[in-house]
């Protein structure tokens, strides 16, 4: 018996320690007296099962699992800051500069101007988003060559096929950003208030890629109808090449429809007079 109530007490360490010592000293005498000398013989008896882990994942697998998730992260934030600036200038910018007036009063359908601005932001975001990665993964394969070191040989791995399926999956997500940047910068009134609206939409969007991240989380039937979260498991699989077709496909066809979505918004957005002149 010992005090417990205290936070600092360390009793009961030391007196199982001591126990501990003992004990190693008993077993080995009474080993000794019924003649097992050998080191092996003792292992054999102190511990006569013994669970040896042999994993059946390649290194491609295993690396991909740990460093999948986080590329949807690296793919959001890249694509995001590529298109924040030129989104709040094209939008909110305009209208500081009472350029929005002008432009539509250009003979060109209000759809046009919203497609225009779009493929814009489009264009920055998914270079941004693709230069970032492509960085990242030259920094990656630099560091991990060598010997003793598969994450080198792992990057090597990953093919033409899976860089395809990663960037057609890099599209619609694009897309979404796009948009919603769009919209957001259309409906601020200064420069500084599409910033400000751009920090709470960042949070929502790496939120659903966290999924990507979590222990055990993997891509199934449910999950790829979840936006966001889809593509950030999409992207996992395909780094770890276990990618299946019909998911992938499923992927693909729900984040166009959100991102068709968020466009056809976008473009209704645009045609508000309370939107565009809000004071």
């Known amino acids: 018996a010992f005090e417990n109530s205290r936070m600092t007490s360390k009793v009961r360490t030391r007196v199982e320690a001591l126990v501990a010592s003992v004990n190693e000293v008993e077993r080995e005498r009474e080993l000794v007296a019924l003649g097992v000398a050998t080191p ?30 986080v590329l949807p992260y690296v793919f959001i934030v890249f694509c995001f800051l590529g298109a924040l600036y030129p989104a709040a200038d094209l939008g909110a910018g305009e209208k500081e500069r009472g350029t929005l007036e002008t432009l539509l009063l250009a003979p060109v359908s209000r759809s046009s101007l919203v497609l225009g601005k779009f493929l814009v932001l489009f264009t920055t975001g998914t270079v941004s988003a ?15 060559s ?20 990663i960037a057609c999956l890099l599209v619609p997500l694009a897309a979404v950003i796009a948009s919603l940047l769009l919209s957001l910068s259309i409906f601020a009134r200064s420069f500084k208030e599409a ?19 979590l222990p055990g989380a993997t891509l199934d ?3 790829a109808m979840v936006p966001i979260s889809n593509v950030a498991l999409g992207i996992k699989e395909a780094v770890k090449g276990s990618l299946d077709p019909a998911m992938f496909a499923l992927i693909l066809a ?15 957005w645009f045609r508000r007079e309370t939107v565009l002149f809000r004071r």
């Open 254 to 268: 729900s984040s166009f429809v959100l991102a068709g979505a968020a466009l056809l918004f976008c473009e209704r």
């Open 221 to 223: 039937w449910r999950w």
């Open 130 to 144: 693709l230069l970032g990665t492509a960085s990242l993964g030259v920094w990656l394969a630099s560091q991990g």
């Open 40 to 69: 092996e013989a003792r292992a054999a008896v102190i511990e006569p099962m013994r669970v040896v882990a042999r994993g059946i994942a390649t290194k491609r697998e295993v690396v991909g699992e740990a460093m999948g998730g």
């Open 195 to 213: 910033q400000a609206y751009a920090g709470p939409l960042n949070l929502l969007l790496l939120l659903p890629a966290f999924v990507a991240m």
């Open 146 to 165: 060598g010997e003793g070191k598969p994450l080198g040989a792992v990057m090597s791995s990953i093919g033409v096929g899976d860089l395809a399926s």
